[in-house]
């Protein structure tokens, strides 16, 4: 059996996630394949990207694409893309409707086997604190992780969440835009050419 399709049967968080807000069944988003030009490590799948069953299938995803000057066709290629996630399935909400963290099974059980398979990437995105931490360690919060990307660069770039719900740390953060989006689209040009 394929590491891809056992990550695919996984459903060691099935009682977790039935005692969630949301009640639903593991269904683990696996988009990877072999050793990719560019990996986005990311928190985990949302509910709209639990149902279609494609990463970054919603708003995040068009934010995330447009930062990256990718389509769509581009993104979605396995045999230069992989998305690996810290959880693969969605976690759920809390009883206020909040994401839930997640679970750090999956990331146990399942990370070191995935990045091996993936072997060297010469690109990583790490997207939100829990890829940043997995892969870069210590305690540092994403926006000073952000402002010191030039540390990292031109191998990682560790970026904030493109979620809507960070609206307000762009706009007071104007020199993401300015000057890492310019050096990290032209570094996915390179990579995925």
Known sequence: MSLRTEIAACRICAER????????????VVWF??????LIASQAPGAR?????????????????????VSQ????DRDRVAIVPMAFCFPGYDAKGSDLAPPRICAATWRDRAMSALGEVPLTLLIGAYAQTWHLGGKVSV???VMDWRDHAPAVFPLPHPSWRNTAWLNRNPWFETELLPVLKARVREVLA
Request: proline content about 11%; overall charge positive; glycine content about 6%.
């Open 17 to 28: 996630f039935a005692a969630t807000a949301t009640r639903h069944q593991p269904r683990p």
């Open 33 to 38: 394949k072999g050793p990719p030009r560019m």
């Open 49 to 69: 990207v639990h149902e279609a069953q494609t990463p970054f299938w919603d708003r995040s995803g068009d934010r995330l694409r447009d930062w990256l000057g």
């Open 73 to 76: 066709d581009e993104f979605y």
């Open 143 to 145: 926006t000073q992780r």
